[in-house]
DNA sequence: GATTCGATCGGAGGGATAGTTA
DNA sequence: TCTAACTATCCCTCCGATCGAA
């Protein structure tokens, strides 16, 4: 993976040309530029032919059930999550918040398992802001976005991924996933 | 400026279409894109294409210039923004910036006008930090995205806004428009 | 005296790291 | 005691209201 700066317009550009939630920026750049290497006008630009290239390899309906599922979560929660809107986050609060909201929004029922998750003395995650403020000292609860859940937000990037582990895991994700989830902060 | 993540590939397609030493990926991404943008066999791909989608309504042609002219303006600097970009800053600054970056696209050839605007004894826009920055204390200059102008970043809101006014005016837009764009901070 | 302008300084957010506890 | 895990202090940066200056 590379970073590239690129201005206002061009991102705008980019992003209106997004096709399903969550596309990332290669998806539709991929299909934008390939469009337009052809020199032929281009023919049918809704078709979301990016898309397919991921989805190759056909889902094996015959495996077993544990990687079925993992696909899925996978496939749900990345859906989820904007890159983009991650990448222009100032610091990792911003990502990290937005994170957890896609996890949120991607297993909303079994969510509350996260409340199991703790530090020595500090909650991590509560229903309520004042439950985390009181659980620590300046522990800088914040709601996880478009949730009734709360998260400690007091600890330095490293404690941040090692929550996110947690989180992915205690959903159900494998170590890949779990890996992936981590690395988008 | 944006950072958006791309894969090798992605990365690879643009690279080989930099036309000069130091081109940008802004730069080369607007030259591929604007030849796509356009479901045509693009006839000039020096036109801001992506304008068009928003404007659905035809441009009339036969009204008077001034109105055309404003409409035009209008139009153009109003695709250039992104309320939910402006929407998801964390302050005035933020938003200020965003906007600035929206004129500037708008009216890039004029936009050197914006430097007689000033303060009474501070610079508001330059050409270059330094040259802000030496024209007071703590000016907090700001690079208006994607351009080659600076903006003094340290006052009020109310002054900020004032400074969007005047920018409004000197790119020529009417006193409703102006306000439209104040407002938009 | 009224008004405009400048830039200081308090406040908030972020997060590395020093310090604490198990 | 030594170490690993955890906490929360504290420093830094960014904002922008406020108040003194012009």
Chains 1, 2 share one sequence.
């Not at 911003?94 to 896609?102: E, P, Q, T, V, Y």
Request: proline share 5%.
């Amino acid at each position: 993976m590379k970073n590239i700066e690129i201005d206002e317009e061009i991102y705008q550009c980019i992003v209106s040309n997004t096709q399903f939630i969550g596309e990332s920026a290669s998806s539709i750049l991929r299909r934008l530029l390939s469009i337009e290497a052809e020199t032929q006008p281009s023919t049918s630009p809704k078709e979301p032919v990016v898309t397919k290239t991921v989805s190759q390899e056909p889902v094996p309906v015959t495996k077993p059930v544990e990687v079925t599922v993992a696909k899925d979560i996978n496939e749900t929660v990345f859906n989820y999550v904007n890159k983009e809107e991650l990448a222009m986050q100032r610091g990792a609060v911003g990502r990290f918040l937005l994170i957890l909201a896609a996890l949120y929004r991607g297993h909303t029922t079994q969510f509350s398992e996260v409340l199991e998750i703790s530090g020595r003395d500090r909650l991590y995650f509560a229903k309520s802001e004042k439950e985390l403020a009181e659980s620590g000292s300046s522990t800088k609860p914040r709601q996880i976005p478009d949730s009734p859940f709360w998260v400690m937000t007091n600890s330095n990037t490293t404690r941040k991924k090692m929550m996110l582990t947690k989180v992915a895991n205690a959903l159900g994700y494998n170590e890949d996933d779990a890996e992936k989830i981590r690395e988008l902060l």
